[in-house]
């Protein structure tokens, strides 16, 4: 209500497009999420660094590209993007659940899932019995939420398959994802898995469907949604 008095928020990372959608929903904007790798630097107030205090201190970086920012810099986002705050009744979510009143589970075990999105990046979800949630980790370091200190967990996980393209220059190699087709993917959950394939709808809703071509039941709850090459 007041972006003046947020003050130092610390860093804004990149993100997907699909996260914004996601954001977009609640009227919200992507600041930060969890504890992802987050480094500490000395810095002597170059340009490229938006700080206001014109001091020697300290920001912080995740993945070595950060934006230092405060209230006045994110008022002039909403400005500037004309961003609408207020959630509108024509809004929706990016995905479409199809809620159970029953427990969902596979055929399949899954109790301990990892992915690998580059060797320095491997994400791991481990089955909890108690919870019966997945408990997120990072290079086999659990990772919490920074607004509770808690244990970030999920009670689905999708493993969604895409194509991709591969645009190599002399400096970098850069992979797309195409998030906006279809493919075969994995619904996880209850520690179990079950093969399924997800799609589109005119709406632009990502849907998923079973192995009998019927939209997907999961159990209600929170989910995690990864997306990795088809030719994986």
């Known amino acids: 209500n007041d972006a003046q008095s947020l003050g130092k928020i610390g860093s804004i990372a990149p993100t997907r497009g699909y996260i914004n959608n996601l954001a977009s929903y609640f009227g919200g904007i992507i600041l930060s999420y969890g504890n992802d790798d987050t480094f500490r630097y000395e810095f002597d107030n170059p340009s490229t660094n938006l700080d206001f205090t014109a001091n020697v201190g300290y920001c912080y970086t995740e993945y070595n590209s950060f934006v230092y920012t405060n209230g006045d810099l994110v008022s002039a986002f909403l400005n500037n993007t004309k961003a609408n705050t207020l959630l509108q009744d024509s809004a929706h979510a990016p995905y479409l659940f199809?809620?159970?009143e029953n427990t969902i589970v596979g055929t399949e075990s899954a109790t301990l899932i990892s992915i690998t999105y580059a060797d320095?990046?491997?994400t791991g979800l481990s089955y909890s019995t108690s919870d019966e949630k997945y408990l997120l980790s990072k290079n086999n370091s659990g990772k919490n939420d920074l607004l509770n200190d808690k244990s970030i967990?999920?009670?689905n996980?999708?493993?969604?398959?895409?194509?991709?393209?591969t645009h190599e220059t002399t400096d970098t190699t850069q992979l797309i994802l195409n998030t906006n087709t279809n493919g075969n993917g994995k619904y996880i959950s209850k520690g179990t898995a079950q093969n399924i394939t997800w799609g589109k709808d005119s709406a632009g809703n990502l849907v998923f469907y079973n192995e009998e071509g019927e939209k997907l039941l999961i159990n209600p709850g929170t989910s995690y949604i990864a997306y990795v090459k088809s030719s994986l």
Do not use: G, Q, R, W
């Open 98 to 100: 199809n809620a159970s």
């Open 120 to 122: 320095s990046n491997i």
């Open 157 to 165: 996980v999708f493993i969604l398959s895409v194509d991709s393209t």
């Open 153 to 155: 967990a999920y009670d």
